[in-house]
C-alpha cells in the first residue's frame, strides 16, 4: 500500500472542498471527499477522471454516524489518515429578526456541529500520524454583521478552532483555522446573486489551505483570514 498522505474534506465535491482536493491529488496526496449528493460528488470524480486516489463518500457531516463512517472507511481504504478539513458549510442568508427559522437547525449543525463531530471521529488517526485539523471559517466569524444567523454559527467556529488547538496540540496535531472573504462558489446560488465587488476563486483560498497543510512538522499555521482586495467588512 503506498505511503502517501491522506486527506478527509466534508463537503469537498464542490467549491472550496473540491479546489482543495484537486490540489492535494496534484501534490501526490490521496485524498477523501463527502458530501449529501451522490450526483455531486459522481460528477466532481467524472471531472477528475476518477483518479486511483480520490473516494467520493456520500454522507452528512452533521451526522455522527455518517462522519465516523467516512472516516472509517478511509483508514480502510488508504490505511492512515494525516489531514482532515471540516469545510462542509452553507447559509440560508437570512437575519435573526426577519428570517425563516425553518433553515437554521440544518445550518447550525452543519457548520457548527459538523467540525466537531469530525474532530471526534477522527482524533486517534491524527494522533498517530500527527496530523492536521483544518477549520474552514468566514470572515463572518470575525466581523459582526447585522442580524447575521450564519456569521453566529462561524463565530462558533473560531471559538472551536482555539479551543481545539488548545487540546491537541499536546498530542503533535496542528489545527488551522481558514477564514475566506467572499468566494465565487456555488454558495451563492441560493443568494440568488453574486455579491456585488470583486470576489476570490475556490483555487485562491485553497493555496492558503494547502500551504497551511503542508508546513514542514512542527509548525502550526492558526489562523488565516483572506480577502477578495475590497471587501471592506
Ligand atoms: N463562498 C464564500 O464566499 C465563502 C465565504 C466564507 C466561508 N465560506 C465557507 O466555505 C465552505 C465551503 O463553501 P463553498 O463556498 O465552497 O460553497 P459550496 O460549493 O456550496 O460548498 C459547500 C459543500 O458542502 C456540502 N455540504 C453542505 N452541507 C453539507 C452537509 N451537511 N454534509 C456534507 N456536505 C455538506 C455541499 O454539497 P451537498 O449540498 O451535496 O451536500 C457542497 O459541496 C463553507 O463552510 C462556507 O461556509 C464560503
Known amino acids: 500500500m503506498s505511503d502517501a498522505p491522506v486527506a478527509l474534506i466534508t463537503g469537498g465535491g464542490s467549491g472550496i472542498g473540491a479546489a482543495v482536493a484537486r490540489q492535494l491529488l496534484d ?109 474552514v471559517g468566514s470572515v463572518a466569524g470575525f466581523v459582526p454583521g447585522p442580524g447575521n444567523i450564519y456569521g453566529a454559527t462561524k463565530w462558533a467556529v473560531t471559538g472551536l478552532a482555539e479551543n481545539t488547538r488548545r487540546q491537541v496540540t499536546d498530542w503533535g496535531v496542528g489545527v488551522t483555522h481558514i477564514a475566506p472573504g467572499r468566494t465565487e462558489t456555488p454558495f451563492w446560488d441560493s443568494y440568488g446573486s453574486l455579491p456585488p465587488g470583486h470576489l476570490l476563486t475556490a483555487d485562491q483560498i485553497a493555496d492558503s489551505v494547502v500551504w497551511a497543510i503542508r508546513q514542514p512538522e512542527g509548525v502550526d499555521v492558526n489562523t488565516v483570514v483572506v480577502r477578495p482586495i475590497g471587501q471592506p467588512n
Request: hydrophobic share 40%; net charge negative.
Open 27 to 135: 501534490a501526490g496526496y490521496r485524498v477523501t471527499v463527502t458530501g449529501r449528493g451522490e450526483a455531486r460528488l459522481r460528477g466532481f470524480a467524472e471531472e477528475l477522471g476518477h483518479p486511483d486516489g480520490l473516494l467520493t463518500i456520500v454522507g452528512s457531516a452533521a451526522e455522527y454516524g455518517d462522519v465516523q463512517a467516512a472516516v472509517d472507511t478511509t483508514l480502510k481504504s488508504f490505511g492512515r489518515l494525516d489531514t482532515v478539513v471540516a469545510n462542509a458549510g452553507f447559509a440560508t442568508h437570512d437575519t435573526v429578526a426577519e428570517g425563516d427559522p425553518s433553515g437554521w437547525t440544518e445550518m447550525v449543525l452543519t457548520n457548527v456541529l459538523g467540525p466537531a463531530l469530525l474532530i471526534r471521529a477522527s482524533i486517534d488517526a491524527l494522533k498517530e500520524t500527527r496530523g492536521r485539523i483544518v477549520l
